[in-house]
C-alpha cells in the first residue's frame, strides 16, 4: 500500500530514516551550492580567482608595490582627460556643472598623488589590505562623478557633438583599469561605476547608433575586466611558482626538512634581531653501517623516518635541517641547562627506536652536540664549530672514522 511520503514523491529509503542515513543526506544537501550559484558560476568564473593562503601576505604587499608605481601615471593621465574634456564640452553647461566635476577629479587626483610621495608604504599585509580597500572606494567615486558629468553633458550638449563625453569617459576607464590591473578590485569597481551608468542612459534612446555605442560600452567593460582578472591570474600563478622553487632552494629534498641554506638564514635573521638561541647537532651513529648492508633505499627510509621524529620530538623549534648526510641540525629558543639536556634527551629518546623497513629492524643511534648564544658565540659559523666540537667529543670512540669539520660538510 503506498505511503503518503511515496504520494509525495518524499519516500525514503530505510538508511535514509536512521540518524546516520539523515546526517549524510544533510551533508549531502549542504554541500551542493544553490541553484543560483551553479547556474552563474560559468558566468563568475573569469572573474574570480582563488588566492592560496600560503602567498596571501605576500601577494598584498606586491600588489601595493605596482599600485604604487603606477599611481603617478594614473593621477596625471584622468586629471589632464578631465581637463580636456572640461575644456571640450565647454559652454554647453551651466557654469558649476562645468567647473565641478573636472575640479573634484583633478583635486582628488592630485591629492592621492601627493600623499602616495609622502606617506610610507604599506609595511604589512593588513595595511596593504587596508590600501587596496581604499583605492576600490576611491576609484568607485571618481567613476560615479564621471558618469554624472557624462550623463548630464550628454543630454545638454549639441547633438552634433553630444558623444563627445561618454567617448573621453571610456578612454578615462579604461586608463585607470589598465593602471590597476595589480588591484583588481578598484580597477573594476572604477570602471563599472563609471560606464555601466552611461551604458544604461544610452539603452534608454530609441536611436540605433546610441544603442549600438551601449552594446560597444558594456562590451569594452567586460572585455576589460577579463584582462585586469586574467593579469592577476597570472601574478598569483607567478607567485605561486616562486614560492614553490624558493621552497625547493631551501629545503631537503629526501626529507623535506630544512637544507643548509635555509638553516643559516633563519638563524642570522634570529642572531640579528638580538635573539637567544640554543643550535644542536645531531650525528647519527651506525646509519653507515645500515646504508652499506641493506641498500641506499633502507638508509632513505631511515632518513625521512628520524626527519619526522625530530619534528614531532621539538615541535618548538626555529628550524630543523638536514646539513650533511646523516647530519642534523635544529634551531630552539635559548633556555637553561637543565631544560637543554632535557630536549637533548627527548631527541634521542626519539630517534633510538628501530625503523621498519621492508619488514626489517634498522637501528641507529645518535651523537649530540650544542651551542647557545651569546656565550659561544654570536654568529652561525661560531656556533655550528662550537656544537660540532661538544659532538666530536661525545661521539663513540669505537666508530673509528676520520671526522671532516662540519663546515666542509656537503649534503649527500
Not at 593588513?126 to 558629468?149: D, F, N, P
Not at 563627445?164 to 590597476?180: E, K, N, Q, R
Request: aromatic share 6%; with cysteine; hydrophobic share 50%.
Amino acid at each position: 500500500m503506498p505511503t503518503a511520503e511515496s504520494i509525495t514523491g518524499t519516500d525514503r529509503t530505510p538508511a535514509d530514516r536512521t540518524p546516520a542515513g539523515r546526517k549524510a543526506a544533510a551533508r549531502t544537501t549542504a554541500a551542493r551550492p544553490p541553484i543560483p550559484d551553479r547556474l552563474s558560476a560559468p558566468f563568475r568564473a573569469p572573474f574570480r580567482t582563488d588566492v592560496p593562503p600560503a602567498i596571501a601576505d605576500e601577494l598584498a604587499l606586491r600588489q601595493s608595490e605596482r599600485l604604487y608605481a603606477f599611481l603617478p601615471l594614473l593621477c596625471i593621465l584622468v586629471a589632464a582627460n578631465s581637463l580636456v574634456m572640461a575644456y571640450a564640452i565647454m559652454g554647453d553647461l551651466p557654469w558649476w556643472q562645468q567647473a565641478a566635476p573636472p575640479v573634484i577629479l583633478t583635486c582628488t587626483c592630485l591629492t592621492v598623488l601627493v600623499l602616495s610621495r609622502v606617506r610610507p608604504r604599506p609595511k604589512t599585509a593588513e595595511a596593504a589590505r587596508r590600501q587596496h580597500r581604499t583605492a576600490a572606494w576611491i576609484a568607485g567615486g571618481l567613476g560615479l562623478v564621471s558618469a554624472a558629468w557624462c550623463i548630464n553633458a550628454f543630454s545638454e550638449t549639441e547633438e552634433y557633438y553630444c558623444m563627445t563625453a561618454p567617448v573621453f569617459t571610456g578612454i578615462a576607464a579604461i586608463i585607470a583599469s589598465t593602471c590597476l590591473l595589480s588591484v583588481p578590485r578598484a580597477a573594476i569597481a572604477g570602471m563599472v561605476c563609471a560606464l555601466l551608468p552611461v551604458t544604461a542612459m544610452l539603452l534608454t534612446y530609441e536611436y540605433a547608433s546610441l544603442r549600438a555605442m551601449a552594446l560597444m560600452l558594456m562590451l569594452l567593460t567586460l572585455m576589460q575586466a577579463g584582462v585586469v582578472m586574467g593579469k592577476f591570474r597570472e601574478t598569483v600563478a607567478a607567485l605561486m611558482l616562486e614560492t614553490r622553487l624558493d621552497r625547493l632552494a631551501k629545503a631537503d629534498a629526501l626529507t623535506g626538512l630544512d637544507n643548509r641554506l635555509a638553516f643559516e638564514a633563519k638563524a642570522e635573521a634570529e642572531l640579528e634581531r638580538g635573539a637567544a638561541l640554543r643550535l644542536v647537532l645531531a650525528d647519527l651513529d651506525g646509519f653507515k653501517l645500515v646504508n652499506d648492508t641493506h641498500g641506499h633505499q633502507a638508509g632513505d627510509a631511515v632518513l625521512i623516518m628520524l626527519a619526522a621524529r625530530m619534528r614531532a620530538a621539538a615541535p618548538g623549534a626555529l628550524s630543523i635541517a638536514r646539513i650533511g648526510g646523516d647530519e642534523f641540525a635544529l634551531l630552539l629558543p635559548a633556555g637553561d641547562a637543565p631544560r637543554a639536556e632535557a630536549e637533548i634527551a627527548a631527541l634521542s629518546a626519539a630517534i633510538r627506536p628501530p625503523v621498519v623497513h621492508e619488514g626489517r629492524r634498522l637501528h641507529v643511534g645518535a651523537s649530540f652536540g650544542a651551542a647557545s648564544s651569546p656565550e659561544d658565540g654570536q654568529t652561525v659559523a661560531k656556533l655550528l664549530h662550537a656544537a660540532d666540537m661538544r659532538l666530536y667529543e661525545r661521539k663513540p670512540g669505537s666508530r673509528g672514522e676520520a671526522r671532516a669539520p662540519l663546515r666542509h660538510a656537503a649534503l649527500a
